[in-house]
């Protein structure tokens, strides 16, 4: 245990962490003004009149829509403030608050590179990632330091580990690496792409992509932190997640690894980024020990880390069916996935059936991510019960639920009978999803 402690506290440069803030902080920034300027604040914040909850976060609620535009822009300047390093515990603080309260307030928006967002933001949190090449520095609000024990950069690189390595994983089965699914059909709508758009038709084609997917993210970590093929590990980072973003339109996820791979470069090159932009001479100092309660914090943090994603093994079925222990996986691209909904509510006083018109209580992006994920649809039929408490005073709620997952045929996926008002939106399992796994 000394010998952990005394690696964890071995003392280097703080110039990797101030890389990461930075790059972490733009890119949070420009992405938050281009989510704005997309209209996705109207659509999935405002537009919708119901929002579906998390398990045990169903007291979040959207707040007045006279407020959310007005917190979006807070949230904004806080990145930029926490990039350059002005008021950056708070700056950041006050983003992981606005950025987590938004991503709770509606389940259907998940997405991992969001998630992964809260995370990197939390690791920093602990992290002094201002006190070099900050404004704080410069206006006096800290002192600086140019070196930091290696305990900051370390945890860091343990959660992007655990980002591929899980992601690998989940990658090896027979959908992905046999069979090609999904990418086989998202790569037909490329047919036009340049170049090699005459390639992209073939199931061969799709092979290689995703036998090369599955190779990279199990071992491209080991690469990267091997000194001799970093560079090149790097580089396959680069045009690895460039066509990720090209093709697949995945968000800020690419970008986000793109960016925060540089961790694994050496103190050298990221003193070069700093050595003739910093004003702030090098200086002799001692480097404090990170505190005991903190490295037990970061073992329970990823503790937590590593048993998120094994959770789907407590049910029983497919999760990539189910959807039962599926979130927080980091599963990522493993799905084409769609799904019909079709709720009738009876009432039982009188036998009275009535169909419920989905669009008249969710959006369009709602009713997509409702049709395929049980908790979605147990909330779904509760609030239609709610609606229509007035003229139904007794009421029954049941679905028939088809799905399709990557180009199999639609089946049915929620027992047809089952009154949903009747069963909990908890972590328990699900014996009433009758379609529980692939052929």
Known sequence: MKAVVGFLNRSRSITPLVTFRITYGLLLFFSSIRFWYQGWIDSLFIEPSFHFKYYGFHWITMCPEMLIKPLFAVMILAALCMAVGLFYRYALGLFLVLFTYFELVDATNYLNHHYLVILFGILLLCAPAHRYFSLDV?????????????????????????????????????????????????????????????????????????????????????????????????????????????????????????????????????????????????????????????????LVFFTVQLLLPLRHLAYSGNTMVTELGYRFGWRVMLLEKAGIATFTLRDKADDRYMEIDNRQYLTEFQEKQMAIQPDFMIQFAQHIAARNSDIVKSSAVSVASFITINGRVSQRFIQQDLDLLQVQDDWSDKPWIIYRSVK
């Not at 800290?142 to 070196?147: G, H, L, R």
Request: aromatic share 18%.
């Open 138 to 298: 410069r206006r006096g609000a800290v002192t600086q330091s140019t070196q930091i024990p290696q305990f900051y950069i370390l945890i860091l690189i343990a959660q992007i580990a655990a980002v591929y390595t899980f992601a690998g994983l989940a990658k090896l089965n027979s959908d992905w690496l046999l069979q090609a699914m999904p990418l086989r059909i998202w790569l037909l709508e490329y047919q036009d792409f340049p170049l090699v758009g005459g390639l992209l038709k073939y199931t061969q084609t799709a092979l290689v992509f995703s036998w090369f997917a599955a190779l990279y993210d199990c071992t491209i970590i080991y690469f990267l932190l091997y000194g001799p093929t970093r560079k090149w590990a790097y580089f396959t980072v680069v045009v690895f997640h460039i066509l990720t973003a090209v093709f697949f339109n995945i968000g800020i996820f690419p970008w986000l690894m793109i960016v925060s791979n540089l961790i694994f470069f050496g103190d050298v090159f990221h003193k070069r980024l700093y050595a003739q932009k910093s004003t702030f001479a090098p200086t002799k100092e001692n480097v404090p020990r990170v505190q005991p309660y903190l490295m037990i914090t970061m």
